[in-house]
């Protein structure tokens, strides 16, 4: 028969070491299993592997009860402790990994990274020791989540099931229509009528904001020129501002570019008519995507942040731009 390589010798396992430490300390092998929650013929098992494996008898079974060996004295000391900075060790990096996250990649759309970004900071400072929040469109944040490049995205795009990701809805916000301080919107007008006095401005369809526009004008009023279309909303804006436009905005991106709102006439979509019914709401949700394996209990906290921030600054939108209270909807729910 081979001779196994140098006689290597295996060190004990973590099972041998914990009987024997429960053995030495209750005093019996009953004792110690009922500690542990195996059988007494695994604690015994346990110390004998250890004493052929270690070449060494740790109990001196000429005494009733058996007490333990030199060695085996010598080994429970060097195993209790073993074992212990074992626990304190497993200890620290659950306890680091609950309290403070190395480094957090946030990657949220423009508006909320302008709106809704400065309270995360604040709210996350002592949560993750460096954060890194990343603006864009929803596309290209989605594809840098997928490649790993992000912890958190948070996105308008509608959720998809994915195995090792859950979502939370967060907020929603209805659309209106931003006009001139000028432009007399006649009763029951349609966004086609008001398109004739003045050009509509569009975001880009590459977002997901233009192409929720898109299609809703495709529906209800597909004949409205695209002449106009912007990125950003703070160009969008100003032109309305200057009576060069109208446009389909949300509270969110009117609060982004107050500066603009403020010079501005907000008219929801209820008061206008097409066909003679009122135009159907358009809404955007938010949600916060995020692997529950990487990012846990820290993911419920984001939530929470965001929704408080967004309770506050509805209260703002209320009072300094006039808007109606229920345009936006905070999502309560604790679960994805």
Partial sequence: MKKRSADKVLPPSWEQLGSWVALVETGS???????????????????????????????DRSTRPAHPTASGQRLYEQAHDLLSRAGQMAETVR?????????????????????????????????VQRLRLISGINPGLAEQFDNHQLDVLITTDDPKPVPGRECLA???????????????????????????????????????????????LSRHDPDIERVFEFDATDPLLSLVREDLGIALTTPLCLWQSRYH??????????????????????????????????????????????????????RQWVAELKLPAELLSVNEETGP
């Fill in 95 to 127: 306890a680091l990994s609950r309290s403070k996250k190395s480094l957090l990649r946030l990657g949220c759309v423009d508006s909320f990274a302008a709106v809704i970004g400065p309270q995360m900071v604040r709210g996350l400072a002592g949560r």
């Fill in 170 to 216: 967060l907020f929603s916000e209805q659309f209106l229509l931003a006009v001139p301080l000028e432009l007399q919107v006649p009763p029951l007008a349609s966004l086609h009528q008001l398109s004739r006095q003045r050009p509509f401005m569009h975001y880009s369809t590459r977002s997901k904001m233009g192409s929720l526009v898109d299609a809703y």
């Fill in 29 to 59: 092998v009953s004792a110690a299993a009922h500690r542990l929650e195996i059988s007494q013929a695994g604690v015994s098992q346990h110390v004998r592997q250890l004493e052929e494996s270690l070449g060494a008898s740790l109990l």
């Fill in 261 to 314: 709102a403020m010079r501005l006439k907000c008219v929801p979509l209820s008061v206008l008519r097409h066909k003679g019914q009122a135009y159907p709401p358009l809404k955007r949700t938010f949600y916060l995507v995020y692997r529950p394996d990487e990012l846990g209990p820290l993911a419920q906290d984001i939530a929470a942040m965001v929704r408080v921030a967004v309770r506050d600054l509805q």
